[in-house]
């Protein structure tokens, strides 16, 4: 079984968005996370549409 190293202060989160919570990822948990200091990029990757963001 392999180990996985967990970061604490991520540079990069990617989120695969549905329908029934892309609003809250994109609003109020977007909200969230920019108060993560080390945080650079925000991607947003559609699960229903041929669509990828950089917030």
Same mark, same amino acid.
Do not use: A, N
């Given at each position: 079984m392999k180990k996985f190293k967990c970061s604490y202060e991520p540079s990069i989160l990617i989120k695969v968005l549905s329908k029934s919570?892309?609003? @809250?990822?994109?609003? /109020?948990k977007f909200k969230l996370y920019r108060d993560i200091p /080390? $945080?650079?990029? @925000? &991607? $947003? &990757? /559609?699960s229903f549409q041929t669509l990828i963001g950089k917030i």
């Amino acid at each position: 079984m392999k180990k996985f190293k967990c970061s604490y202060e991520p540079s990069i989160l990617i989120k695969v968005l549905s329908k029934s919570t892309q609003d @809250y990822d994109r609003g /109020s948990k977007f909200k969230l996370y920019r108060d993560i200091p /080390s $945080l650079k990029e @925000y &991607i $947003l &990757i /559609s699960s229903f549409q041929t669509l990828i963001g950089k917030i």
